[in-house]
């Protein structure tokens, strides 16, 4: 007999089904609660809520544990390459050679934009963040596809969307930064893999031969990859929402973009650097900041440090201090907001606050300290974020709209005011 369990409430008691993952992760499933007994279930910021099942990635928080399609992220992180990783999450296998020719040789025909989304870049503030463009431009490009928006679109015409999303993000964001700039804009070098053509696009200038260091394309592949999914966080959840309403896939992108924009978010290692700046130019004693940290009354956190879901290590994070190492050393670096960073991990992981918390460096302490050295510059650090994370974000919304979700559509406690009646303005 499959496992129920039951609930009590005014005396009466409900049995509701169990849910079993492949991994054993249990779940109530309620969705008939509220129909059965007049009750819903509240967990705001849904720490404890199940949105969806899915098949995409497993982690394990206490564990460290984070798999893509099964595949554990150290294997991944160390043999693939960024766009086999995408092959995998967007269509649940690794690619066989003649799958990920065919699809490396799609991705390279779409990398260019538009030339009419030059007109849009253009007529930004050259302060612009590049976030905003980002969004924007994603949901720009559902314009020139209006075949895209059609919910009823075969199979073919998705796959073409989800080609010219990947394709294209990197042209996008690199002209975000030239343009801010007022450089000229580099147009994809498609004799390039898809790492080295991005920092083509975001380093080279018209007038130089361009030469990518291997170490630095490496790192760039590894950290697209461990940003590649991370299951149902705040832009995943945000994609298969928007989705669920059938808004097409450049609309979903792009409001994962918006979400993935805060500082609780993707735009952490963005904070982390502008705190660190500010530690240094305070003086670089990090005594009073970790103490501001612990403060209940300050709202001052210590960014790039803890987790949602990872309460003892980030296994990303382990994988990617290692990258961070091997970038300083082979570039030389010599910088002291990195030497900053370097103390302030030593302090926190050795302080009580931090340990009983478990409050960790996550990835995002460390993929700032390597976008930092690599020369990309802080406001594109959360736009390095997007470009890893859009095949999970496709994926996520692929598996949504293959299993026929509903619309996503929470319930709500209302703590308002009861019926009362309307006064006319003049006696108010
Ligand atoms: N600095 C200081 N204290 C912290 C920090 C921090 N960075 N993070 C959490 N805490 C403390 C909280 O004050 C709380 O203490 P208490 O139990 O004494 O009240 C406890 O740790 C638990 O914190 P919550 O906010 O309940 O944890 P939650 O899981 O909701 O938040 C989050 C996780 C948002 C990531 C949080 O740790 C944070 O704000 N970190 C800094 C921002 C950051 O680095 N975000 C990137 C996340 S990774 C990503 O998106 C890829």
Known sequence: MSETAKITVEGKTYELPVTTGSEQEKAIDISKLRALSGYITIDTGFKNTGSTKSAITFLDGEKGILRYRGYPIEQLADNAEFLEVAYLLVYGELPTKAEYTLFKESITHHTLVHEDMRQFLEAYPAKAHPMGIMAASLCTLSTF??????????????????????????????????????????????????????????????????????????????????????????????????????????????????????????????????????????????????????????PFRLMGFG?????????????????????????????????????????????????????????????????????????MFTVMFALGRLPGWIAQWKEMMEDNQPIGRPRQIYTGENERDFTPLEKR
């Not at 993707?266 to 005594?287: C, F, H, R």
């Not at 907001?337 to 302080?351: C, G, M, P, R």
């Not at 009983?356 to 302490?365: A, S």
Request: glycine share 6%; proline share 6%.
């Open 145 to 298: 596809y209006p075949e895209s928006q059609d919910p009823a679109r075969p199979t073919e015409a998705i796959d073409l969307t989800i080609h010219r999303l990947i394709a294209k993000i990197p042209t996008l964001a690199a002209w975000a930064y030239k343009n801010a700039m007022r450089h000229p804009l580099m147009y994809p070098l498609n004799k390039f893999e898809y790492c080295e053509n991005f920092l083509y696009m975001m380093f080279a200038n018209p007038s130089e031969k361009y030469y990518a260091d291997p170490v630095i394309v490496s790192a760039l592949n590894k950290l697209l990859i461990l940003h590649a999914d991370h299951e149902q966080n705040c832009s995943a959840s945000t994609v298969r929402i928007v989705g669920s309403s059938q808004a097409n896939l450049y609309a979903s992108i792009s409001a994962g973009v918006s979400a993935l924009w805060g500082p609780l978010h993707g735009g952490a290692n963005q904070a982390v650097i502008e705190m660190l700046e500010t530690i240094k130019n305070d003086g670089g004693g990090l005594d009073k900041w970790v103490q501001k940290a612990k403060d209940k009354n300050d």
């Open 307 to 379: 987790h949602r879901v990872y309460k003892n290590f980030d296994p990303r994070a382990k994988i990617i201090k290692k990258a961070a190492d091997d970038v300083l050393s082979k570039l030389g670096v010599v910088d002291p907001v990195l030497d900053i960073a370097k103390e302030l991990e030593e302090v926190a992981l050795n302080d009580q606050y931090f340990i009983d918390r478990g409050l960790y460096p996550n990835v995002d302490f460390y993929s700032g300290i390597i976008y930092r050295a690599l020369g990309i510059p802080t406001e």
